[in-house]
């Protein structure tokens, strides 16, 4: 072999290499391409999936926690509600009590004054006033007076009168007091009615 067989050092700098032999550029691997994804990408891209599947379920707990807080705030008011229904009842189940047992004293009361045996000044008169008034603030209140038109609903006719120049049924005299407490009823008024005379 000569000399000529084998080229000098710089000599054949010129000479062209096939991509990927002997470069350094190429030393690490291939380049990536524009459209290849890399490593860093694919997990970014997962942490990124991870945080919105995160949200997504941090937004289904926190929709879940509001609808069972609206409905725990309905259901309280809903038993507030009842429970001061049930408790105003209650009170005016035993008002009326108390009412009832006073409707006896309130009828001695009303025939004593039919009889004049309540005297303007007597002490008797003076208990039955500061009774009536007890009464009264309690909210008891009388109703059928003669005069008025007959009402079944409210009145308890215990005879009838044919009376000539009646056209209606109307109550001729009122033999026990009807009692009402606010809008209860405690107790019908029994009453004598005109009739129109046949």
Do not use: C, W
């Not at 000569?2 to 050092?9: I, V």
């Not at 006073?102 to 000044?121: N, Q, S």
């Not at 008034?133 to 038109?149: C, K, N, P, W």
């Not at 079944?152 to 001729?172: D, Y």
């Amino acid at each position: 072999m000569t000399d000529k067989d084998f080229p000098a050092p710089g000599d054949g700098d010129d000479e062209v290499r096939p991509a990927g032999e002997g470069s350094e550029a190429n030393a690490s691997g291939p380049e990536p391409q524009d459209d290849e994804l890399t490593v860093d990408d694919i997990l970014g891209a997962a942490q990124n999936a991870d945080a919105a599947a995160e949200d997504a379920a941090l937004a289904d707990l926190e929709s879940a926690l509001l609808n069972d807080l609206k409905r725990l705030q309905a259901e309280y008011a809903n038993y507030r509600r009842r429970t001061e229904e049930q408790r105003e009842v209650e009170i005016e189940r035993a008002q009326g009590a108390v009412a009832k047992g006073l409707l006896p004293v309130l009828d001695d009361l009303d025939r004593a004054e039919k009889h004049g045996d309540l005297e303007e000044g007597s002490p008797f008169a003076a208990i039955a006033d500061k009774l009536r008034t007890v009464a009264e603030r309690m909210g008891l209140s009388t109703y059928g007076a003669a005069g008025e038109a007959f009402d079944p609903q409210q009145h308890e006719a215990i005879f009838q009168q044919p009376t000539p120049g009646v056209t209606e049924t109307t109550i001729l005299e009122v033999v026990e007091t009807g009692y009402r407490l606010g809008s209860v009823e405690l107790r019908p008024a029994k009453v004598v009615v005109a009739v129109p005379a046949e």
